[in-house]
């Protein structure tokens, strides 16, 4: 059973930083897609960065420049590095993955993990 579980959420000020963690586990091998998605109380979730298993990244223009997607596939682990947060980037993070020959943020995530709340203070 393919599962992600994401970690490192949590409370800042603005222009903080977090890092956030999704491990994932019961994969034979390694998706050729992973992302992080997020969602703020009231809004549609959004895709915030994708990466596919050539290291291939793709950024939603609010989030260029401040945030980092990276993956280290010794450890089956999805990272993103968020700093310069604002109180724009509070929302619930999910990471996804998606097993199809493309990456894409409208690719068709199949498998979520159940999400790290970040929230963002002035």
């Known amino acids: 059973q393919v599962q992600l579980v994401e970690s490192g959420g949590g409370s800042v000020q603005v222009g903080g930083s977090l890092r956030l963690s999704c491990a994932a586990s019961g994969y034979a091998s390694s998706p050729y897609c992973m992302g992080w998605f997020r969602q703020a109380p009231g809004k549609e979730r959004e895709g915030v960065a994708i990466?596919?298993?050539?290291?291939?990244?793709a950024y939603a223009d609010s989030v260029k420049g401040r945030f980092t997607i990276s993956i280290d596939n010794a450890k089956n682990t999805l990272h993103l590095q968020m700093n310069g947060l604002n109180p724009e980037d509070t929302a619930m993070y999910y990471c996804?993955?998606?097993?199809?020959?493309?990456?894409?943020?409208?690719?068709?995530?199949?498998?979520w993990g159940q999400g790290t709340q970040v929230t963002v203070s002035s």
């Open positions: 996804a993955t998606l097993n199809r020959p493309w990456c894409s943020f409208y690719g068709g995530f199949g498998v």
């Open positions: 990466i596919d298993s050539g290291g291939r990244t």
